[in-house]
């Protein structure tokens, strides 16, 4: 699958196309995951599904928490790492979203998200 991008450049009539690959739409929807739920862009799987014409995404990704051991004594931590896996998650789509389109310049309809594990991050604190 690839995407054919069309948009003209303003005052040059170019004859042509654009093709973005699956594989790049993938890597740019892998690094946006990754970097929203604080882990490793390889740990992040990603499909791509027609809907009505255009992409819907749908992501396994694992989520960084910090050590419970830490939030128990430091509930304040969960808040630190951007608060609830559920909270995060809900945040995480629409970022999710807008990053991937305003990398790729194409439109997705939708994005899925499916928490597979969590990551525990000692001392680093994710946004």
């Keep these: 699958m ?3 991008a069309g948009a003209p450049v303003r005052g040059v009539a170019m004859a042509g196309h654009t093709r973005i690959s699956t594989e790049a739409l993938t890597s ?10 604080g882990v490793p862009a390889h740990d992040v799987r990603v499909e791509w599904t027609d809907d009505d014409g255009l992409l819907a995404l749908s992501l396994v990704t694992p989520v960084a928490i910090p050590p419970l051991t830490q939030v128990l004594r430091d509930p304040a931590r969960v808040e630190g790492f951007g608060g609830s896996i559920w909270e995060r ?19 997705l309809s939708r994005v ?16």
Excluded: H, Y
């Excluded at 899925?112 to 946004?127: E, F, K, Y």
């Design 2 to 4: 690839s995407i054919t």
């Design 28 to 37: 740019v929807a892998r690094a946006a995951a990754g970097e929203a739920f």
């Design 89 to 107: 998650a809900l945040a995480a789509r629409s970022r999710i979203l807008q990053r991937v389109i305003e990398l790729s310049g194409v439109q």
């Design 112 to 127: 899925d998200i499916r928490i597979s594990g969590a990551a525990v991050q000692g001392r680093r604190r994710v946004r």
